[in-house]
């Protein structure tokens, strides 16, 4: 049997390489999937804990989380995604550095 | 050893490398397609929490749409920072011994906490039921409020992503 | 428990024993005959395929007026197989400039996402792979794998054509998915369930019956799916060489055009087991074995449909592709998911006559009502007729170039 603690330090060390993407990277596509990976681990996390603490008493708030979590993603992903190209667009990059003036 | 714990090992080293390589990848498309891969070991990592419905829905949204988005925007970003220059700025040292330290904090400040060495005991079929799930987000009762205002959210997010990336013909010239 | 009523569950219980009395583990014993169930589903399923081809080729090759293969064996019914070896002795050719190992995980992943329905296909009442609750929703997100392929072969071919026969496919698939997606909800709705089994077992009455509207979108969107004509923009040979597979020969290759065959006889069996019944018949509840054989006939007509609309219909130009999606087949799933719900919670189950008369009344209305709205916009939107002025013939003594030379 699996014990809750591996499911913990995996997410931990996910969020942890997430972070090290989101921090370093210089391509804001590339933070944007590190981002992605954060919030996978949170999924991670959030399933573990509804799993081994509240799946005997019926306590689905894990879960719902979760959708919200899956749906905040999708979201992001597009809005973000549709900001890069429209920013490429403009600007012809794609280094988080360089988009540095708010009105195109 | 039982085989659970050998397959959850197997399956968070292919998470644990595969998200590795998709950050320090130096081709972006590769980083794509490592990304995919991590996810999709993630799904695997659903499926043994028995959450079988969070498995396939991870595989349909971040597989079939997050995941292909993100390669359709690499490619049409593609002529920027292709393989040349440095994929990483300045920070990367420094980063590292953040992220060490907020990993150290995490475990130390947990390993005291009880319910880690939980064990899972076996759920009835009914515990299972995806409908369950279902009712819970549409009862009055339930989870009514969050889940229609997630999806108003998930409504503006796709107008607003329309309305940024539209190419607008009179700038263009 | 009669093997003549029920083979295949007959034969596991006969190997179980066997194995058991060997004195080996249960848990070893199931997973031993998991595992030999699907390597027998998949080679079954794979060289069935072989079959298929076959007879595509040759209802096609009747449809054309043409004979299709003849050579090999009578009727040419050896022809895949002579076609598979061939495939098998080709070089193994890897293009300069190629990515790796993209390039080449892209043929097995668009085999195994096509494989990997079957594993949830209810075959018979007692025969199925794997019975979990979310089978529809597994077999929309293995599609998802199936899109990854035609991605990571178009991205690490090397090559413009691939690449745009790739965005093109995506693009198809992606936007097909969105009224599939909405019309499954409507059998989901039905059953109360969405795995197969149920829906399978909650069709005393095939739902094709409650929801031709339902039925017909999702037929329509599965062909989209398959990418084959009329939707065959991603292969169109014209404009883009061969699509995605351009730079794919010997083996390789041979795994795409299976997974084309394979997928299009998948859906044919996905789309029989949600609107047509599955393996229910009669007389199945005494004798399950009859259920396949059902399942097989209700099937092949089904390919065979989807086989007819494939050699006859010319191809969709990609605005009129996108169009029929997005102005035709989204909002009229979305009305029907709307209207269905209505009725059929207004009006109580145990009236099952009038529960289905109402119903089927409502979907001629709304299938009235869609060709109305679209012969009103036709009318208001005529279709341009572009043929313009008669070209000349290619003949050297009427061009006009010519007759200029011929002036001076």
Wanted: net charge positive.
């Amino acid at each position: 049997m699996i014990p809750l603690y591996w499911y913990l330090l995996l997410a931990a060390l996910i969020f942890c390489i997430g972070l090290f993407g989101v921090i370093t990277r210089r391509n804001s596509v590339g933070i944007l999937i590190s981002i992605e990976l954060m919030l996978n681990a949170a999924n991670i996390n959030l399933l573990a804990f509804w799993r081994y603490l509240y799946a005997e008493t019926g306590d689905l708030r894990g879960q719902v989380f979760v959708i919200i979590i899956f749906v905040v993603a999708a979201a992001e992903a597009a809005v973000g995604l549709a900001m890069i190209i429209s920013a490429y667009r403009q600007k012809q990059t794609v280094v988080a550095n360089e988009i540095d003036t708010m009105k195109g | 050893m039982t085989g659970m714990q050998i397959l959850f090992l197997i399956t968070s080293a292919v998470v644990l490398f595969s998200s590795i390589m998709s950050v320090t990848a130096k081709r972006m498309i590769h980083s794509a397609l490592w990304f995919v891969l991590a996810l999709l070991g993630v799904a695997v990592v659903f499926a043994m929490l028995e959450a079988s419905f969070f498995a396939v829905v991870q595989v349909l949204v971040y597989v079939g749409a997050i995941a292909i988005l993100i390669i359709f925007a690499t490619m049409l970003t593609r002529r920027a920072l292709e393989d040349k220059g440095d994929q990483f700025n300045r920070a990367t040292l420094v980063t590292l011994v953040i992220v060490s330290i907020i990993f150290a904090g995490l475990v130390v400040s947990l390993k005291s906490w009880a319910p880690l060495q939980n064990l899972t005991s076996p759920l009835s079929a009914e515990q299972l039921n995806v409908g369950v799930l279902g009712l819970a987000l549409t009862a009055p009762d339930g989870f009514t409020l969050p889940f229609e205002v997630t999806s108003i959210l998930l409504l503006a997010a796709l107008i607003g992503a329309i309305y940024v990336a539209y190419e607008r013909k009179e700038k263009k010239k | 428990m009669n093997f003549i009523y029920d083979p295949v569950p007959w034969v596991i219980n006969w190997l179980t024993q066997l194995l058991l009395g060997w004195g080996l583990p249960i848990n070893l014993v199931n997973t031993l005959l998991y595992l030999v169930g699907a390597v027998l589903i998949c080679l079954g399923a794979m060289l069935f395929t072989t079959m298929l081809i076959w007879a595509e080729r040759k209802i096609g090759g009747r449809f054309q007026d043409r004979l299709g293969p003849n050579r090999v064996g009578p009727w040419g019914i050896f022809q895949s197989i002579a076609d598979m070896l061939k495939i098998f002795t080709k070089e193994y050719i890897n293009p300069v400039g190629i990515d790796k190992i993209p390039f080449n995980l892209a043929p097995i992943l668009a085999v195994a996402a096509v494989l990997a329905i079957w594993a949830v296909i209810p075959f018979s009442e007692t025969v199925f792979g794997a019975n979990i609750n979310v089978a529809l929703l597994f077999i929309i997100a293995i599609g998802g794998l199936g899109e990854m392929a035609i991605i990571l072969a178009g991205f690490g071919s090397n090559n413009k054509y691939a690449l745009l026969g790739a965005f093109r496919a995506v693009a198809q698939l992606i936007s097909y998915e969105v009224p599939m997606v909405i019309v499954l909800l409507i059998p989901v709705m039905f059953s109360g369930s969405m795995g197969l089994n149920e829906i399978v077992q909650a069709q005393k009455i095939p739902f094709i019956i409650y929801a031709p509207v339902a039925c017909v979108i999702f037929f329509i969107c599965s062909i989209a799916e398959n990418g084959r004509a009329p939707f065959d923009l991603i292969e169109a040979d014209s404009e883009l060489v061969a699509g995605y597979n351009i730079e794919y020969s010997g083996l390789k290759f041979g795994m795409f055009f299976v997974a084309d065959f394979l997928h299009a006889f998948t859906s044919a069996i996905v789309f029989t087991t949600i609107f047509l019944g599955g393996w229910q018949g009669p007389g199945v509840e005494q004798m399950p074995v009859l259920g396949g054989a059902y399942m097989l006939i209700k099937t092949l007509v089904v390919y065979f449909l989807m086989l007819a609309i494939r050699f006859t219909l010319p191809r969709f130009r990609i605005d009129q592709m996108m169009a029929l999606n997005w102005k035709i087949l989204t909002p009229l799933a979305l009305v029907t998911l709307l209207v269905t719900a209505l009725v059929d919670k207004s009006i109580p189950h145990e009236m099952t006559l009038v529960r289905i008369g109402a119903l089927v009344i409502v979907n001629v209305l709304l299938w009235l009502l869609a060709d109305r709205m679209i012969t009103a916009y036709r009318k208001r939107n005529p279709i341009q007729v572009v043929t313009g002025k008669a070209r000349p013939l290619a003949r050297p003594e009427i061009l006009p170039v010519v007759e200029k030379e011929a002036a001076q």
